[in-house]
C-alpha cells in the first residue's frame, strides 16, 4: 500500500481530532493541510508516516503546536458554538484538551498519547485529570437522546444522569425528536443518524437547531458518512460501539465548549 493509502485511510479520523481541537471545521482542516504540505516537502518526514495513526497525530501536533496562538488570535468566524469554543479554548491550556482528546474520542493510550506530544505518560495521564477538573465544573443541563436501539438508548440515559444532568426526553424516529423539543428545548442532543423509521438523525438535529443553538453529539456506526467535507461537520462525533468514557468525555467537552444554560 501507498504512503498516500495508508494516509488517506487515517484522515478522516484525524479531521474529526483537529476539528474537535481548534473548535472549527475550516481552522482544523487547515491545520491538516499543513500537515500534509510538510510531509510532501520533507521525505524522511513523509516515510514515518507509514507507522500508522500515531506518527500522523505526532506530524500534525507539531504543526499545531507551532501556530495555536496565530490561530486564536484570528477573526471570529463560523458557527456560534465554533466562536465560543474559540473564546473558551483561550482560557484553558490547550495541552489539557489535547490530552484528553487522544486518549478519549480518539482512543490512544496514555503512551501513544505522549508519543504525539512530546511528553511522558505520567505528564498525559496529569494533563487529562486536569482537564476533567475543569470540565466537571460547568454546570449541569436537559439532554435529547436520539436513538432507535433501546438498550442503547437506556445505557445513554443512565450514562448521562451519571453526570448530573437531566433527561428531557428520548427519541427514536424525527417526529418523536420534533414532539420532545415542543415541549421542552434541550441542551444538549445525543443523536443517531440512522433511525427507527428510515427517517435521519441529521434531520431531526436540524429540525432543533432552527430552533435553537446547543451542542450536539452524533453516535453512530457509519462516521465516515459525516467526514466527508461536503457538509458542515460535527464537532463532537463518536464512533459505534462506544466506550462510555469517551461520551462522558464527549458531553463535558460539548457543555464546556458550547453555550447551553443550567437547569432552571
Known amino acids: 500500500m501507498s504512503i498516500g493509502a495508508e494516509v488517506a485511510a487515517h484522515l478522516p479520523f484525524l479531521r474529526r481530532y483537529a476539528r474537535a481541537l481548534t473548535g472549527s471545521q475550516a ?9 500534509l504540505e510538510a510531509a510532501l516537502a520533507d521525505e524522511e518526514l513523509a516515510e514515518s508516516l507509514r507507522g500508522g495513526r500515531v ?21 471570529a468566524e463560523g458557527s456560534a458554538h465554533e466562536v465560543a469554543a474559540r473564546a473558551k479554548l483561550n482560557r484553558i491550556t490547550p495541552a489539557n484538551r489535547q490530552a484528553l482528546l487522544l486518549t478519549t474520542v480518539e482512543d490512544f493510550t496514555s503512551a501513544e498519547a505522549a508519543s504525539i506530544m512530546g511528553i511522558t ?8 485529570r486536569e482537564a476533567v477538573a475543569e470540565i466537571e465544573r460547568e454546570t449541569t443541563t436537559s439532554v435529547l437522546i436520539i436513538e432507535d436501539e433501546p438498550l442503547i438508548s437506556m ?10 444532568h437531566d433527561i428531557c426526553g428520548t427519541a427514536a424516529t424525527r417526529t418523536q425528536a ?5 415541549e421542552k428545548t434541550p441542551g444538549l442532543v445525543l443523536a443517531d443518524i440512522q433511525l427507527a423509521d428510515g ?15 446547543m451542542p ?19 464537532t463532537y462525533l463518536i464512533t459505534k460501539p462506544f466506550q462510555e468514557d469517551t461520551v462522558r468525555a464527549a458531553i463535558s467537552q460539548a457543555l ?8 432552571d
Open 27 to 35: 481552522t482544523g482542516d487547515a491545520f491538516v493541510q499543513a500537515t
Open 55 to 75: 506518527p500522523l497525530y505526532r506530524a500534525f501536533n507539531k504543526v499545531w503546536s507551532s501556530a495555536y496562538m496565530e490561530v486564536e488570535d484570528g477573526p
Open 121 to 128: 505518560e505520567d505528564d498525559v495521564d496529569e494533563l487529562v
Open 155 to 164: 445505557q445513554l440515559e443512565d450514562l448521562v444522569r451519571s453526570l448530573g
Open 178 to 182: 420534533q414532539e420532545v423539543v415542543a
Open 199 to 213: 427517517s435521519s438523525g441529521l434531520d431531526a438535529v436540524d429540525d432543533i437547531l432552527a430552533i435553537d443553538s
Open 216 to 234: 450536539v453529539i452524533f453516535i453512530t456506526a457509519y462516521p465516515e458518512r459525516l467526514l466527508t467535507g461536503d457538509r458542515p461537520e460535527p
Open 256 to 263: 464546556f465548549f458550547g453555550s447551553s444554560q443550567p437547569l
